[in-house]
Every structure is written in C-alpha cells, then in structure tokens.
C-alpha cells in the first residue's frame, strides 16, 4: 500500500513568489492534516481536512496560506506571496476516520523542505 | 497554549540504552506519541500509550508516563548504530479533533 506522499521534495523561491505545495494522502483516509517545522523547532499544526471540508485551520499563520482539498483526495497548500519566515518543512499526514474515537493514528509524508530568499 | 518539550540532543554508544525525555503541559491529553524521523524520510510513529497506563513495553524500546509530572520517556534498550535520527515526542491534543502538539524533537547520535 502506498504511503503519503507529497511534492516537491524541495522547493527554493524568492520572497514575493507564489508555491503550491501537493499532498497525496493513503487512499481511503478521509483525514489529512498538514503541520510545519521551521529551523529546527517543533512541529507545529496547521490545519485539518476531513474528506473536503476544513475541520480545523487554527493553525494556519495567516491568510497568506490558502489548503484546499477539493474532491476530498489531495490536498495544495499554496503560500502567496511567501516570506522568509516560511521557510521550513511542511508535513501532511492522513489517517482513517474513527467516529467517536480519540485514537487515530496519522501517516506521515516525507515532507517538502521550502526555502524562501 | 500546549506545549511539548524535549531536550535538543543525545549522544550514546553503542549498545548502551539511550533515554529521550519529554514534558506535556496538556493534562488532558489521551494519547502520547514517540515518532522517529530519519534522514529524508518522514515521521514514522515508534509507539504510543494512553494516559491511563504508567508504561509500555515493545521490543527494545519502553515507554514511562507520569502523569502527575506530567513527563514522558523513551527508552532504547541495546542502541544500535540504525537508531541514529530525530525522535519527537507528541500529544494528542485534548480540545478534540485529533491535532498532535510536537515537542522539538531529541537528535539521537550513536556512535561505536
């Protein structure tokens, strides 16, 4: 069974640019999540799909990041216009829904490393 | 908010027995993860506990929870040389939705 995955692996641009991250979730798992880590903190949520609706975006820095998940399959995560404090590495992860239940183990991906100039 | 701390780095031998602590502020929290993350790869979950156990044990590794001080360990018996990576301790957030709330991560290194 394949994993999540996501693209790029890496990503370079210029402050002021435009990126779109792709995830890929395990096929079935209607929970996809995206989380970031920057420089070498801690991994930090951003938002929260179930199927395609946002069920949790508290996460999110701003309004300059826009996850769409349209269809309910793969998720974007697009950062318009980037800044230098959103470089780090952006992790999605999905796991089955389990009504009523607080356990629910999240596969992750591999990440996508974003470096912004 | 919550938060999760852990200490930044360890350095073992091989063959000791490594132990990466972590502390919750999240007295609520459910569930308690340890994931390892290895270089260019993603979070691979080693193990988890509930909250209503005191510890776990699973091959080589086991896991302490103290509630009350609201601590957590990992410990790797026998560490090997393929146990060299980033390890992240995790809460399950308790205001629902399943969100995990990361501490920084304990860079293991082994060397012989």
């Known amino acids: 069974e394949a994993g999540v995955t996501q693209f790029p692996s890496h990503s370079v641009i210029e402050k002021g640019q435009t990126v779109t991250l792709r995830c890929d979730p395990i096929?079935?798992?209607?929970?996809l999540y995206w989380y970031r880590r920057v420089m070498g903190k801690e991994i930090k949520f951003l938002l929260h799909?179930?199927?395609?609706?946002?069920?949790?975006e508290s996460g999110m820095p701003n309004n300059r990041f826009l996850a769409e998940r349209t269809g309910g399959t793969y998720s974007t995560l697009k950062v318009q216009p980037a800044e230098l404090e959103d470089s780090g590495v952006y992790f999605c992860?999905?796991?089955?829904?389990?009504?009523?239940?607080?356990?629910?183990?999240?596969?992750f991906g591999p990440g996508t490393r974003l470096t912004v100039l | 908010g919550e938060d999760v701390e852990q200490s930044l780095f360890l350095s073992v031998r091989e063959g000791d027995s490594s132990v990466i602590n972590c502390t919750y502020t999240?007295?609520?929290?459910?569930?308690l993860y340890w994931y390892k993350q290895e270089p260019g790869a993603g979070l691979q979950l080693l193990t988890y506990?509930?909250?209503?156990?005191d510890m776990k044990q699973d091959q080589r590794l086991t896991v302490l929870l103290n509630k009350k001080d609201k601590h957590l360990s990992l410990r790797i018996a026998d560490t090997q040389t393929g146990d060299s990576a980033i390890y992240f301790c995790?809460?399950?957030?308790?205001?629902?939705?399943?969100?995990?709330?990361f501490g920084a991560g304990t860079r293991l290194a082994v060397h012989p």
């Open positions: 992860a999905s796991s089955q829904w389990t009504s009523g239940s607080a356990y629910n183990e999240q596969f």
């Open positions: 096929s079935g798992h209607d929970n």
């Open positions: 799909f179930v199927k395609e609706s946002k069920q949790d």
């Open positions: 999240d007295s609520s929290s459910t569930y």
């Open positions: 506990i509930f909250s209503n156990m």
């Open positions: 995790a809460a399950l957030f308790s205001g629902g939705y399943n969100k995990l709330i």
